[in-house]
Nanobody
Framework: QVQLVESGGGTVQAGDSLRLSCVFSARPLCKSWFRQAPGKEREFVALIAWNGGTTYYAEDVEGRFTISEDYDKNTVYLQMNDLKPEDTAVYYC???????????????WGQGTQVTVSA
C-alpha cells in the first residue's frame, strides 16, 4: 500500500493562495487531489500522471490551481491561487495505478488537510 502524507492547509482570506504538498512512499501512475466539503460528496480537483506529462483539472478550479510534482522527492503539489469561499473543504491526495477521476478507484489516500477560505 502506498503511504501519503499531506501538509499545507490553513485558513486564508478570499483571494489568497496556499500550496498543498503530498509525499508518497512510492510512485503510482496517477496522483490526484480531491476535496470534500460538509454535506457534499468527495469531488475531483486535479490530476497528474506519466511523470508530470499529463495534467487535468476540474472546471471550477482550472486557471486558479496548478498541480505539479517533484519526481526525485516523491512529492506532489497543489498550488491554489485566488481562493474562494467555495473552495473550503478537506483536501486529500490520492494515488491510483490507472487514470481516473473517480474516488473509489483510488487505492491510496492521505489523511486530509483542512482548507478554509473566509469571505
Amino acid at each position: 500500500q502506498v503511504q501519503l502524507v499531506e501538509s499545507g492547509g490553513g485558513t486564508v482570506q478570499a483571494g489568497d493562495s496556499l500550496r498543498l504538498s503530498c509525499v508518497f512512499s512510492a510512485r503510482p501512475l496517477c496522483k490526484s487531489w480531491f476535496r470534500q466539503a460538509p454535506g457534499k460528496e468527495r469531488e475531483f480537483v486535479a490530476l497528474i500522471a506519466w511523470n508530470g506529462g499529463t495534467t487535468y483539472y476540474a472546471e471550477d478550479v482550472e486557471g486558479r490551481f496548478t498541480i505539479s510534482e517533484d519526481y526525485d522527492k516523491n512529492t506532489v503539489y497543489l498550488q491554489m491561487n485566488d481562493l474562494k469561499p467555495e473552495d473550503t473543504a478537506v483536501y486529500y491526495c490520492a494515488g491510483s495505478s490507472h487514470y481516473s477521476l473517480i474516488p473509489r478507484e483510488y487505492t491510496s489516500w492521505g489523511q486530509g488537510t483542512q482548507v478554509t477560505v473566509s469571505a
